[in-house]
């Protein structure tokens, strides 16, 4: 049989893509016309993304149609494109990010998230370029602190990606899945849900040139630490924990695990949260109701050094619950004490980068 390119499309008007349920040739899926040379047949497909789940499937009919239609004794070679170019590898994610931060507590309860926040907005008053993400997948908590709960995030067209646009807000460029989730709604979702959605709010998103990307990440240790520190090589990671002796244990837990052998992320320091109680209408006086200096106990038996001592004020409470936090205002006590934290952070993490390697990305099964 004498082959020739309308014959390899005719062959290919008989395979039905399942993701359009039309053939290839209607879904206009095959990007050059067939080349053919002798018995060998060359046919190119565009598929709509790289993780197509029915890209081998499809693959595999088109080869069968055309040995079927032209002759088994026909030499076929499919090769595939992409209309969405392919995801970065790990270790080419953020190539625009400086230094990559985790916020990270032992335990829950101790005003990480809180934190967090009032770093990322100090940083940007500072004037660095700074990005946020918000790593709580199960409890995302930074769209009511930025004030956007009702936002939505749009997607960008860039170097052939379809990519999501962070929402901007008192200066920091933020993402959380509260943005693409009901805040009513608990989400059930099991362990590799949860982690690969983290991996499109990094990898799928247009973060462009950051000074600082702080990472909100849950309390504990999990797998989403796990696959933070698979995918992105983390500058350094701040604890955050009250006086308590409870919270102290935990925060042990949180040292520990980036300094395992296998992870050997740098502790940049140690922040205590809820360090005394202050009312209002006694500003001098300080309550120390969760324990007194326990987190600067803790970050000198660790040898890190112990970054803020943020007291515990009814107006961060109030400022985080109403969408402007403390760290907006740099007249008040609170404002100034995460002016403060920031400013200090900017100095370890310069010392860190100047004193020791880049953070390698975890290899871990």
């Not at 693409?180 to 979702?189: D, E, M, R």
């Not at 950051?210 to 992105?232: A, M, R």
């Amino acid at each position: 049989m004498t082959l020739y390119p309308k014959l390899i499309m005719d062959a290919l008007a008989t395979v039905t893509y399942a993701g359009t349920k039309k053939s290839l040739v209607e879904s206009q899926m095959v990007a050059d016309q067939p080349t053919v040379n002798g018995n060998q047949v060359k046919v190119v497909l565009e598929f709509p993304r790289d993780t197509d789940p029915f890209l081998k499937s499809t693959v595999k009919a088109a080869e069968a149609a055309i040995k079927y239609h032209c002759g088994q004794d026909v030499e076929v070679t499919i090769e595939t494109e992409f209309k969405t170019k392919p995801r970065p590898e790990v270790g080419q994610m953020l190539p625009g990010v400086s230094n990559i931060i985790a916020v990270s507590s032992g335990k829950g309860g101790v005003g990480k998230s809180t934190v967090a926040a009032n770093l990322a907005i100090a940083l940007a008053r500072l004037g660095y370029r700074v990005g946020l993400l918000d790593c709580d997948i199960f409890g995302p908590s930074m769209p009511k602190m930025f004030n956007v709960e009702d936002e939505r995030p749009y997607a960008v067209k860039k170097d052939g990606r379809d990519l999501i646009c962070p929402i901007e807000q008192y200066g920091v460029r933020m993402l959380s899945i509260g943005f693409f989730v009901s805040p009513t709604t608990a989400t059930l979702w099991r362990g590799g849900m949860a982690t690969s959605a983290l991996k499109q709010l990094i990898a799928d998103a247009d973060w462009g040139e950051l000074d600082y990307f702080i990472l909100d990440t849950p309390p504990g240790t999990s797998d989403i630490h796990l696959t933070l520190l698979q995918t992105l090589p983390i500058t350094g990671a701040v604890i955050v924990s009250t006086p308590q002796q409870v919270a102290l244990a935990d925060a042990r837990k949180g040292i520990d695990m980036y300094r395992n052998e296998k992870v050997n992320v740098p502790i940049l320091g140690l922040i205590e949260n809820m360090a005394w109680f202050t009312p209002a209408e006694l500003p001098q006086n300080k309550y120390y109701i969760f324990g007194r200096e326990g987190c600067k106990q803790l970050a000198q038996e660790m040898d890190v050094p112990l970054l803020a001592q943020i007291p515990l004020v009814q107006s961060i409470c109030d400022s985080g619950d109403q969408g402007t936090p403390a760290a907006l205002s740099s007249d008040t006590a609170t404002g100034l004490a995460f002016i403060n934290l920031a400013q200090a952070v900017v100095t370890v993490v310069n010392r860190r980068n100047k004193e020791l390697p880049k953070t390698k990305i975890v290899g871990m099964k």
